[in-house]
């Protein structure tokens, strides 16, 4: 239902190299920078498969905190994507394991990226 996503992050080039390490196990990265001569002078880019779904947009410091989900498709993404989050500087928010409450199969990872977003990463199958 989603067709893409954007949020805005207080130092793009440090949220540009959490994201660059975070979203690699997911098979995802960088894809397309923006020509600021578009924006305004402002940093924006979008990450994604095979096309821009997620934007990062510099701006001033969020003053409230987003949730964001992206699609792993195993359990074995999840995971690598937590131990990438972390290792770029990510807060842990809980790390990969099941959440049955939700529903049986639920796997889920959670990091808190530079600016305090909740970031996770789920697989809903059952491996």
Not at 45 to 60: A, I, N, Q, S
Request: proline content about 7%; overall charge negative.
């Amino acid at each position: 239902m989603i067709d893409h996503l954007g949020i805005t992050v207080s130092n793009f080039d440090a949220s540009k190299a959490f994201y660059d390490k975070a979203m690699a196990p997911l098979g995802a990265s960088l894809l397309m920078l923006v020509p600021t001569e578009y924006t305004g002078g402002v940093k924006v880019g979008g990450y994604g498969r095979d096309r821009p779904t997620f934007w990062l947009r510099e701006g001033e410091k969020p003053g409230h905190h987003h949730h964001i989900a992206f699609t792993a498709r195993s359990r074995a993404e999840v995971d690598a994507f937590y131990q990438a989050a972390i290792a770029a500087g990510g807060k842990d928010n809980g790390a990969p394991g099941l959440r049955p409450h939700y529903h049986p199969n639920y796997y889920g990872a959670f990091v808190f990226d530079p600016d305090g977003n909740n970031v996770e990463a789920v697989c809903h199958t059952p491996e």
